[in-house]
């Protein structure tokens, strides 16, 4: 049997000991900090005050943002990319939205990405929804969480149900 790359080696030794292999990488990054280098190449000046230099700085940025362009195009579609309220579908207007109350962790409101990413694992719930801005605002704007939309639909059935012109 071939042995394996030494590369290979080091990832699966790092696979086995999760919690050594964390504090030698702290430790290389504190000794690389302290050298004024990037702690995350070792090899370019960091930029103060963070620890990293700027191409490993835009490489993070660049896989974050990739992450979250990912993350919200899945999460639309699984929503169909409409508003659920209005039909809208520019892709810019339109946000996830919680049907009831936003859910609480540590008392801080759940917001953002975190919306995003418990849809995924959570398999798209019905207790979320996609709003456009309008809607969402239109909803924030009522006591009773109902958009402006769906009372004026309410009134215009009112009207044709007793024979008028809405
Ligand atoms: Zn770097
Ligand atoms: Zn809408
Ligand atoms: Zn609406």
Redesign the pocket.
Known sequence: MAHPSKKEHARQWRFTHPGYAARLMRKLRAKRIQQGL???????P?VSPRQ??L??LDASKERTSSWRRDLRAKVLAAYRDRCACCGETEEQFLNLDHVDSAPRKNGVREVGYATYQRAVAEDFPPTLQLLCYNCNLGREKNEDRQCPHLKQKRSWYVVKSRGGTP
């Open positions: 990037c702690a995350t190449c070792g090899v370019e960091l990293d230099c191409s490993c």
